[in-house]
C-alpha cells in the first residue's frame, strides 16, 4: 500500500503540485525569528517566505481552501490580522484565481 509522506512545508493531501496550496499568512518581519518566538503566540509549525525583503510567516498548508479557512478562524484572536494566501508550483499566486481553481478541481 502507498505511504503518505508530508514536510512540514507542504502538507497536502495529495502531493499535485499542479493544485494551489493554500496558507495563513501571520506576520512580516525584517529578520528571522526563531521558532519559540514570541510573536508567534504559541503557534508551532510556522513557516516562511521572502518577498521584498521581507521575511513572511506562514501557519497551516493544504490544497484544501476549506481547511486552511477553518484553520484560519481558529487562530484570529491570536492572528486579527492574519489572511490566505495561494502557492503553486512554489510561487505565489492570486489568491481568488487559487480559490477558483480549488472551486474546480473538487
Do not use: C, W
Amino acid at each position: 500500500h502507498e505511504r503518505n509522506y508530508s514536510s512540514t512545508t507542504e502538507q497536502n493531501d495529495n502531493n499535485d503540485a499542479s493544485k494551489p496550496v493554500f496558507k495563513i499568512q501571520i506576520l512580516v518581519s525584517k529578520s528571522p525569528l526563531k521558532s519559540d518566538d514570541k510573536h508567534f503566540n504559541g503557534l508551532t509549525d510556522v513557516d516562511s517566505y521572502n518577498e521584498d525583503g521581507m521575511i513572511k510567516f506562514t501557519y497551516g498548508a493544504s490544497s484544501n481552501y476549506n481547511e486552511i479557512y477553518r484553520l484560519r478562524k481558529q487562530i484570529l484572536d491570536k492572528f486579527p490580522g492574519a489572511f490566505i494566501i495561494a502557492f503553486k508550483n512554489g510561487a505565489k499566486m492570486d489568491v481568488n484565481t487559487a480559490i477558483k481553481e480549488f472551486k474546480a478541481n473538487r
